[in-house]
């Protein structure tokens, strides 16, 4: 029996907030292709929050383990430019 509820390898999406500065989309990319080598930018989500001071973008990235996953929830949340990662 798996203690896994996510089957591997799958498409994963991760929700990561930021302050809406310049760079910040590309900073989470850059950490998604560390991740994942066949991560493609193209399908990358933004999205505004209601005052506009913050971005939520999401990346899809190919999930090969719990430990994969793990690392990049770590990396991403020390990043000085995410406030949240989901």
Do not use: N, W
């Not at 760079?23 to 560390?34: L, N, R």
């Not at 994942?36 to 929050?49: C, G, I, K």
């Not at 001071?53 to 990043?79: C, F, M, N, P």
């Amino acid at each position: 029996m798996t203690d896994s509820l996510i089957e591997y390898p799958s498409q994963f999406p991760v929700k990561v907030l930021g302050a809406k500065v310049d760079g910040f989309v590309q900073a989470v990319t850059s950490i998604a292709c560390q991740f994942d080598p066949t991560f493609d930018a193209s399908t990358v989500e933004l999205r505004d929050s209601s005052a506009g001071k913050y971005l939520g973008v999401t990346i899809t990235i190919t999930a090969t383990s719990r430990e994969q996953l793990d690392e990049l929830y770590r990396t991403l949340s020390t990043h000085p430019m995410v406030k949240v990662v989901l």
